[in-house]
């Protein structure tokens, strides 16, 4: 068993209005199981303003997670989905060889928006499958002793998601309260990484406030949480380490930087298998051409 790292978040804008704390991927880490991006956005004020807005983009090899903690989202996708998002809530959209979508908040919506997005990398097996998206209105919660314990993927505490991933995961979402001494299960055949979302906690005996990732490789049975006097949000998301060498360009997941640079390509020729997203009001983002294209 290694010693817990705290690796920092990077800043980036989305929306311009909403900045985004970037877990994963850092220049540290590139993935934590088949997990290979966390953004944690907000607690932000959009009371006077749109809110979120991302506009149609595609998305390949991969499933995206959507989790907030408060606000809403409207996502839109080229299967014509149109489905509003809440906290308790969970969607998953899996990519497969191509997909799009746009996200905004809705009109009107609430003056907060916070919650984090999360990104999947598909095993090679199944990264060319037909896309597919998935909305649970309510995920499980389990309340182990003084937590408050929501599965957004995997198992956890006896807990298991419907949702559908293709390799071995968890992703959970947990509130501590203040003065909590608590331990996580955990498998020892997966690595972990824990993000406080609200207040701090020491994790494995590493403090942790929002904007740092502390990372546990594998070997543990158990992950000690313990709170000061505030309460603490904390997202984990853990996996098997996946043994596929996975790269990553803007939207995209893939195998080699070819497929990556055809991508964008494909995208910004509005190629049928990347879809078309209706009804969202603004144009759709170009895809960047990668430096090595
Ligand atoms: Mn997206």
Same mark, same amino acid.
């Given at each position: 068993m290694?010693?817990?790292?705290?690796?920092?978040?990077?800043?980036?804008?989305?929306?311009?209005?909403?900045?985004?704390?970037?877990?994963?991927?850092?220049?540290g880490?590139?993935?934590?199981?088949?997990w290979?991006?966390? &953004?944690?956005?907000?607690?932000? &004020?959009?009371?006077?303003?749109?809110?979120?807005? $991302?506009?149609p @983009?595609? @998305?390949?090899?991969?499933?995206?997670?959507?989790?907030?903690l408060?606000?809403?989202?409207?996502?839109?996708?080229?299967?014509?989905?149109?489905?509003?998002?809440?906290?308790?809530?969970?969607?998953?959209?899996?990519?497969?060889?191509?997909?799009?979508?746009?996200?905004?908040?809705?009109?009107?919506?609430?003056?907060e928006? @916070?919650?984090?997005?999360?990104?999947?990398?598909?095993?090679?097996?199944?990264?060319?499958?037909?896309?597919?998206?998935?909305?649970?209105?309510?995920?499980?919660?389990?309340?182990?002793?003084?937590?408050?314990?929501? $599965?957004?993927?995997?198992?956890?505490?006896?807990?298991?998601?419907?949702?559908?991933? @293709?390799?071995?995961?968890?992703?959970?979402?947990?509130?501590?309260?203040?003065?909590?001494?608590?331990?996580?299960?955990?498998?020892? &055949?997966?690595?972990?990484?824990?993000?406080?979302?609200?207040?701090?906690?020491?994790?494995?005996g590493?403090?942790?406030?929002?904007?740092?990732?502390?990372?546990?490789?594998?070997?543990?049975?158990?992950?000690?949480?313990?709170?000061?006097?505030?309460?603490?949000?904390?997202?984990?998301?853990?996996?098997?380490?996946?043994?596929?060498?996975?790269l990553?360009?803007?939207?995209?997941?893939?195998?080699?930087?070819?497929?990556?640079?055809?991508?964008s390509?494909?995208?910004?020729?509005?190629?049928?298998?990347?879809g078309?997203?209706?009804?969202? &009001?603004?144009?759709?983002?170009?895809?960047?051409?990668p430096?090595?294209?």
């Amino acid at each position: 068993m290694t010693a817990p790292t705290l690796s920092p978040a990077t800043t980036v804008t989305l929306s311009e209005i909403v900045k985004v704390r970037r877990a994963l991927p850092t220049a540290g880490r590139r993935q934590i199981g088949a997990w290979c991006f966390l &953004d944690h956005f907000g607690p932000t &004020d959009v009371a006077k303003t749109r809110g979120l807005r $991302v506009g149609p @983009h595609p @998305h390949t090899g991969l499933q995206t997670v959507t989790w907030l903690l408060r606000g809403e989202l409207l996502h839109r996708d080229s299967l014509g989905n149109v489905q509003a998002i809440e906290p308790g809530a969970l969607n998953l959209m899996t990519a497969g060889r191509g997909i799009s979508h746009a996200e905004e908040s809705p009109t009107p919506h609430s003056p907060e928006i @916070h919650g984090a997005q999360l990104w999947i990398a598909l095993p090679d097996s199944v990264r060319n499958m037909a896309p597919a998206f998935e909305h649970h209105a309510r995920v499980p919660m389990v309340r182990p002793g003084s937590l408050r314990v929501s $599965v957004l993927l995997g198992e956890l505490f006896g807990e298991r998601s419907p949702a559908k991933v @293709h390799t071995p995961l968890v992703g959970a979402s947990i509130d501590v309260p203040a003065g909590s001494i608590a331990t996580i299960p955990v498998r020892p &055949d997966f690595e972990y990484g824990v993000i406080v979302t609200y207040g701090r906690a020491e994790i494995a005996g590493q403090r942790l406030i929002p904007g740092g990732l502390v990372y546990l490789g594998p070997g543990r049975t158990g992950l000690p949480i313990v709170t000061g006097a505030g309460d603490a949000g904390l997202i984990l998301i853990g996996g098997e380490p996946l043994a596929e060498y996975v790269l990553m360009w803007w939207n995209f997941v893939a195998r080699t930087k070819p497929e990556l640079a055809q991508a964008s390509r494909d995208w910004n020729a509005g190629a049928e298998y990347l879809g078309d997203v209706a009804g969202y &009001d603004g144009p759709r983002l170009e895809a960047p051409m990668p430096p090595w294209a």
